[in-house]
Each structure stands twice: as C-alpha cells, then as structure tokens.
C-alpha cells in the first residue's frame, strides 16, 4: 500500500510525530512518502504549501491512504473523495472544530484523537467518525541499544521541552514553568544537577544557567534520555505522549508533573506505564530521584510503537471498507 504523510516544518512536534508514525507503516511493508514544506513536492519559501502542491502530489504519488497531522480533507479543497483519508489529531487546533467543514464528511474519512477529551470535543464539532488513538514512538530509535557518553547529558534532572519566542512570556508562564520549578528549587537547595534542553531556556534569567543544548531528534535525543538519571514529562490532558514514551523505550526514568486541574482527567490509557512516576513539589521530584532506576521496558514498545499505531489505522480503515 502507498502511504502519504503531509505534515509541516513549522511544527517540530508534528513533523517528527509524522515521520515516526511513516516509519511505522514501513516498518509493516508499506510504501511511504512525506510532503511537507521542504520536499521535491513543494519549493520552500516560508509559507505554507499550497493546495496545487498538495495536488501535484496526489496526482503524481497517488496515495491509497493520506494520513495528515491536524487536518482534513476538506479544510483543503477542491481536493477529492476518492483516496482515504486520516486526520491524526494530536492539539486543539480551530481549524478542526469548524461545522461546516466538518459537514462534508465522507466515508473514507476518519479521524484519531490523541487524548479522549478532544475525541468528545471534536465529535461535537460534527466530525462524524472520531476514535481515540493515542501517540505513539518510535522504537526503532528509541530503544535500549546504548549510545556513546556524552558529558552534555550527564545530569540528575533533565527536561527536553521548547519554549515560546522570546516576546511570549506570558504563554511561557504555564505548564513548562511549574514542571521545572521544583527542578531548580533542588538545584538551588540540594545541588541537584539539572539540565534544560531544546529550543528558548536561554532566553530567561531564571533558567540559562541550567541550559545546556538543543539536541537533534535522533541519536542525540536517544543519549539524553539513557545519560540523564530523570526526565520531566509535563502532563495536561494525555499521559501517552511522545517524550515519556521515547524515554521509557530507551529505558530511562520519567517524573511526570500532573497540576492539579487535570488531576482527574488523566487519559484512561496508561497500559504499560506503570514506571512512570508523579510529582507535584521539590519533595515529590526528590522521593523519584532518590529512587530512580534505569530499566527496560518492552511493554512499551510492545503496546506503544507506531508499528503498532500503523497497524490499528489499517485495521480501522479495512472495517470502513477502504482503502
């Protein structure tokens, strides 16, 4: 089968989420190619692609299943009904909760909510077939074959998160801040060594003395997680997410910070996490350092793969009768 992946530069998240979740697909036997931005199939300049792009290849790659992060079909005409297609939902994007875009739904359409609130959310935005599939990882990076010492990654604590741009503070004030609080509450009272990682922390005064680099998404990110003792995850509405997973099938150690707002709304899935820890102050962090093992975890891998996500997907569109 021939799997098409339209995905975006502009996000780093989405553009990794879709070639780990391509790599899934080939991984089964499955022919797969990207269009995004920066291919053969479009000239980069800094805008988005354009429809005739997305056409162009369509007509030329003619793909038996189009799979697209944060998107439909028809939030892009004129394309057509004809090739089936997925919309791999992974953020609250407003594109997505528009009625009458959503009204043309086909029967080869179909959507995948990472988290169960937005499968609720989305469905009463008139998406007419909305399952619940979470993030997945993968473990043909990320998995327990050691990589070379690297003193950048030889850290206690270590979080790999983006921050906003420099001029966004005040979006740079939530989630991201209360996870690394008690972080660096240890490393100023206890001499815990912790470390920041990814694009933005050397921006702040609070936190660009704990900056340490922005790794690349791949053998240096696999280091960082088998090297640092403990890696913070922060947690809003889904406990499977792509870091906690990339770590644990590496066989590292999350601390997974849960604020109390989403206490009671944790994603019902968390098969195969059991090695995760939660913390909420310095004390929590300190009781998971303290105890912290480095261990593998082939559940994960077993359970949480894109192999396996790739697989579901087909599943799921062989019972719609297509592709």
Request: glycine content about 8%; aromatic content about 10%.
């Amino acid at each position: 089968m021939r799997i098409g992946g339209w995905t975006t530069v502009q996000s780093m998240c989405v553009q990794y989420q879709m070639r780990d979740l391509l790599a899934g697909f080939a991984a089964l036997g499955h022919e797969v190619e990207v269009v995004h931005e920066n291919t053969k199939w479009a000239d980069y300049d800094g805008d988005a692609m354009t429809v005739e792009q997305i056409m162009n290849f369509m007509d030329q790659y003619k793909p038996d299943l189009m799979v697209q992060m944060n998107g439909n079909r028809f939030h892009h005409p004129p394309l057509g009904p004809d090739v089936s297609w997925v919309n791999v939902a992974i953020d609250r994007m407003p594109w997505l909760f528009d009625p009458k875009a959503n009204a043309q739904w086909g029967p080869k359409d179909l959507t995948l909510a990472a988290f169960t609130a937005l499968k609720d959310e989305l469905e009463a935005a008139g998406q007419q077939d909305v399952r619940y599939m979470p993030i997945g990882y993968n473990a043909a990076l990320f998995n327990e074959t050691p990589e070379p010492k690297d003193e950048r990654f030889q850290v206690d604590v270590a979080f790999l998160c983006n921050l906003p741009p420099f001029e966004n503070r005040l979006n740079r004030l939530g989630l991201r801040w209360d996870t690394v609080a008690p972080a660096l509450w240890l490393a100023h009272h206890k001499g815990v060594k912790v470390g920041l990682y990814g694009a933005g922390w050397d921006q702040w005064q609070e936190t660009r003395d704990y900056y340490v680099c922005n790794p690349t998404n791949g053998p240096e990110t696999h280091a960082l997680y088998q090297q640092a003792k403990v890696h913070l995850h922060c947690n809003e509405d889904m406990m499977i997410h792509m870091r906690p997973l990339e770590c644990l099938g590496s066989g590292g150690a999350v601390a997974c910070y849960v604020p109390r707002m989403f206490f009671n709304r944790q994603d019902s899935n968390c098969e195969g996490l059991g090695a995760m820890r939660f913390y909420k102050s310095p004390a929590g962090l300190q009781y998971i350092l303290e105890r912290a093992v480095h261990a593998p975890h082939p559940e994960v891998a077993r359970l949480h793969s894109t192999a396996i996500r790739a697989q579901a997907i087909i599943d799921i569109m062989n019972t719609k009768g297509s592709p």
